[in-house]
């Protein structure tokens, strides 16, 4: 166990030190008093290489390198306990799931360790894009979570409107254009969410209009929970700027305080 953490931080590390600027932070960091907090980015090692050469989970990652006081570490369903020893996972303050084929994959055991540190002790939980099926996310809702209007690959552009402009997840960001998506079409088979950060609406490729919300936020039991709908993996989403800063906002609102 041990060995996988520290395998596991270091290659959070690694990410840090990919950049000047967060190196320094990571050494400054070293000597600290305040503990950092840990968000681990977890994805299913199945999206196109041509894409994501080192798959979804170290994308995101990648986009964190300037969270101040934060250890980032990835994890895949292929590395040894589905990526998520228990060590790891009840050090974490956040978790960032990305799943599409392999759902079903994920044991049960490991979706109830998952839903227990959300509900009972507060981690958050952020799924993005096709977790909308994943069974961590699916069990923090209670319900079967599809986008019941379908679901099409056709390289609609999305425009994102961030609509609740006061929320943290939604800081620093103004509305902006994903240029080429997949679309989920409402209605969302999940309970009503607390807020919409941010709404969106599809420009089909016959110039036909369609809305669909992108940011949804709920408080399950003691922790809290975004969903992000944007990240279809044969389309670069989640090395767009504006998309690395929701997470960069995400991250720590779903800590709680
Ligand atoms: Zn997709």
Redesign the pocket.
Known sequence: MTNEISRRSLLGAGIALASGAAAAATVSSAADIKPKKKVIVWSEGTAPKSVYPRDINFAIAEGLESLHGWDVVTASLNDPDQGLPADLLNSANVIVWWG?MRHDDVKTELVNRIVHRVKEEGMGFIGT??AHWSRPFKALMGTPCGWTGG?V?DGSKLDVAVKAAKHPIAHGLKDFVVPHT?RYTEPFEAPEPELVIFDGLYTHPDGKLEKSRQGLVWTVGKGRVFYFQP????YPIYFQEEIRQVFRNAIPWAAGK
């Open positions: 599409h894009h096709s679901y690959e997949e990240g279809h993996e044969s």
